[in-house]
């Protein structure tokens, strides 16, 4: 439970970095303006809690890829996916989103992806 409670922390306060990034007309160059070093961090700290954590860009889309790195049981696992899932969206939604289309990205899209150690992909959500 602690895992779960310290990834969502963390995992929102990435998406909470994000807004406020601007002048960009790609997914690319809006994660380009990040505080790397902050972004890092923060990268680091989730992945102590046992998932390994992405951001990527192509084209208008930002994906966030989160990777179990540790042995999870299957119903722990379905549970913090979930959780995940439920507590990003909204962010995503109401701030991201919007965000990157105030900063001139005309189609914004933000995809979740949450992976287990095997590669098998067990939530895939985009939102636009």
């Known amino acids: 439970m602690k895992k779960i ?11 909470v970095m994000i807004v406020g990034c601007g002048g960009s007309t790609t997914a690319q160059q ?6 790397q070093d902050e972004l890092n961090s923060l990268i680091e ?3 102590a809690a046992g ?4 951001i990527t860009a192509q084209g ?3 994906i966030y890829t989160l990777t179990v790195i540790e042995e999870m049981d299957e119903m722990f696992l379905a549970i913090m996916s979930e959780a995940m899932l439920e507590m990003i969206s909204s962010l995503i939604e ?5 965000e990157m289309r105030e900063f001139g990205i ?9 992976v287990d150690t095997d590669g098998t992909v ?3 959500v985009t939102f636009d």
């Open 5 to 15: 409670l310290t990834t969502l922390l963390l995992l929102t306060m990435v998406c």
């Open 30 to 35: 809006y994660l380009d303006e990040f505080d």
């Open 45 to 47: 700290d989730i992945r």
């Open 51 to 54: 998932i390994d954590f992405e």
């Open 60 to 62: 208008d889309t930002l």
């Open 94 to 98: 109401d701030e991201v989103l919007s």
């Open 106 to 114: 005309e189609n914004p899209a933000v995809r979740y992806v949450f």
């Open 122 to 124: 067990l939530e895939e």
